[in-house]
Nanobody, 122 residues
């Protein structure tokens, strides 16, 4: 059974950092892309970052480029999202999702985690 579990969210002050983890079970991450999405209250879910399975290519939304870094540890079957220089507008529930390839559209991902809350506030 495919399962994704996010962790690492929390409350952080503006300018702070968090590292989110997406632990996979029931399948081997090596052959799948992992995307991170987020959804703020009253807003649509948006793509944040993605890492491909084939060559490890990484993709970032303009709003997080230079601040967030996605990486994968295939030995641990886990993908990470390092978030630095956090801003109040980064506040959202963050989800990881998996499918064969990267996409900015959530409908292209078949399996999702339950989400983890990130709140950036002073």
């Amino acid at each position: 059974q495919v399962q994704l579990v996010e962790s690492g969210g929390g409350l952080v002050q503006p300018g702070g950092s968090l590292r989110l983890s997406c632990a996979a079970s029931g399948f081997t991450l090596d052959y799948y892309a992992i995307g991170w999405f987020r959804q703020a209250p009253g807003k649509e879910r948006e793509g944040v970052s993605c890492i491909s399975s084939s060559d490890g290519s990484t993709y970032y939304a303009d709003s997080v480029k230079g601040r967030f870094t996605i990486s994968r540890d295939n030995a641990k079957n886990t993908v990470y999202l390092q978030m630095n220089s956090l801003k109040p507008e980064d506040t959202a529930v963050y989800y990881c999702a998996t499918d064969r390839g990267c996409s900015w559209y959530d409908v292209d991902f078949g399996s999702w985690g339950q989400g983890t809350q990130v709140t950036v506030s002073s």
